[in-house]
């Protein structure tokens, strides 16, 4: 892995601590994420990690996703009728997806936005999370 990407412990020690081991399926998966930040589907992590686990099937995947959601250590981010993409950046942030091309974008949001954005809330409540999806298309000339 590269130098600003977990270790091997790192994971291991955030699944522990959600009482679960480490695997190397759960680790393939979470490096593929990681290396590239693409917001990929399960269907796109599957066809990556296969490279170095021939063997693993999509249901592996699927459940190796659901586990890294589960322990906080990746987002899911869904968009209407598509499928589940996942990301591993858990600042806050927002998400712009290009209907054109299906790339998805993380979109940094100040802290102060973040804020006056909950700020909005009915009294009483607090939001533990801001889901905000950008939609739209390239504007620049094709």
Do not use: W
Not at 96 to 110: K, Q, R, S, V, Y
Request: hydrophobic residues 40%; negative net charge.
């Amino acid at each position: 892995m590269t130098p600003n990407l977990p270790n091997s412990e790192a994971l291991a020690q955030k699944l522990a601590h959600s009482g679960l081991r480490n695997t190397p399926q759960r680790e393939v998966v979470y490096k593929a994420l990681l290396t590239k930040r693409d917001h990929p589907t399960a269907d796109d992590v599957h066809a990556r990690v296969r490279a170095e686990l021939n063997s693993i099937s999509l249901a592996t995947v699927y459940n190796c996703l659901e586990t890294l959601v589960q322990c906080d250590l990746v987002r899911a981010v869904n968009f209407e009728r598509g499928p589940t993409r996942y990301c591993p950046n858990l600042e806050p942030h927002a998400h712009f997806h290009d209907e054109a091309t299906g790339a998805t974008f993380d979109i940094d949001l100040p802290a102060d936005l973040i804020a006056k954005i909950k700020d909005v809330l009915p009294s009483g409540y607090d939001a533990e999370a801001v889901d905000i999806i950008f939609r739209g298309k390239t504007t620049a000339a094709r």
